[in-house]
Antibody, heavy 119, light 109 residues
Framework: QVQLVQSGAEVKKPGASVKVSCKAS????????MHWVRQAPGQGLEWMGW????????NYPQKFQGRVTMTRDTSISTTYMELTRLRSDDTALYFC????????????WGQGTLVAVSS | ATRITQSPSSISASTGDRVTITCRAS??????LAWYQQKPGKAPKLLIY???TLQSGVPSRFSGSGSGTDFTLTINYLQSEDFATYYC???????????FGGGTKVEIK
């Protein structure tokens, strides 16, 4: 069965970086896009970008360009999301989620990783 | 950039009711719209993609319609397990992006 298992919670200081992992199993890793979505406490969903695990191609919305980097390691079916120059408003639950194509919705999601940014 | 407005932000309903949630785009996005259900502390669940295609395993009381700028999620015969927050997500191609609507919380009346 399809599973996306994310790394554990992180506590970071403002200005630091965080790298969250998402290990995929139960399907062909390179056959699906992987997206990252975050949700601040009590707030809505915010899409952070995608990576194509087949070729490593990425796409980030303007808001995150220059601060987010998505990478993958096909040998272990894992994608990574690194966010730099953390601020307190980056405190959120971060999810990875896959899609068959860009326009077919995100059909499987990880369990979420809490990133808390506090001095 | 294309903007989407999801409404209402919350709705009170009873089991057995029909509930309708709308997403309106500032410009046409063809049928590139998906709907999700999220319960507190859980990851979102895909309900519908391509505006009207029911995701495998999702009950048929959920349906989606629309194209271009106006889209609707309808829940017929609301069940207790349907009380949750619903989000639309749309795709537009320039620049390529997949933002979410603001969400609609369906609460028990």
């Amino acid at each position: 069965q399809v599973q996306l298992v994310q790394s554990g919670a992180e506590v970071k200081k403002p200005g630091a970086s965080v790298k969250v992992s998402c290990k995929a199993s139960g399907y062909t890793f390179t056959g699906y896009y992987m997206h990252w979505v975050r949700q601040a406490p009590g707030q809505g969903l915010e899409w952070m970008g995608w990576i194509n695990p087949k070729n490593g191609g990425t796409n980030y919305p303007q808001k995150f360009q220059g601060r987010v980097t998505m990478t993958r390691d096909t040998s272990i079916s894992t994608t990574y999301m690194e966010l730099t120059r953390l601020r307190s408003d980056d405190t959120a639950l971060y999810f990875c989620a896959r899609s068959t194509t860009i326009t077919h919705g995100l059909d499987y999601w990880g369990q979420g990783t809490l990133v808390a940014v506090s001095s | 950039a294309t903007r989407i407005t999801q409404s209402p932000s919350s709705i009170s309903a009873s089991t057995g009711d029909r509930v309708t949630i709308t997403c309106r785009a500032s410009q046409g996005i063809s049928s590139y719209l998906a709907w999700y259900q999220q319960k507190p502390g859980k990851a979102p669940k895909l309900l519908i993609y391509a505006a009207s295609t029911l995701q495998s395993g999702v009950p048929s009381r959920f349906s989606g319609s629309g194209s271009g700028t106006d889209f609707t999620l309808t829940i017929n015969y609301l069940q207790s397990e349907d009380f949750a927050t619903y989000y639309c997500q749309y795709y537009y191609s320039y620049p390529p992006s997949l933002p979410f609507g603001g969400g609609t919380k369906v609460e028990i009346k």
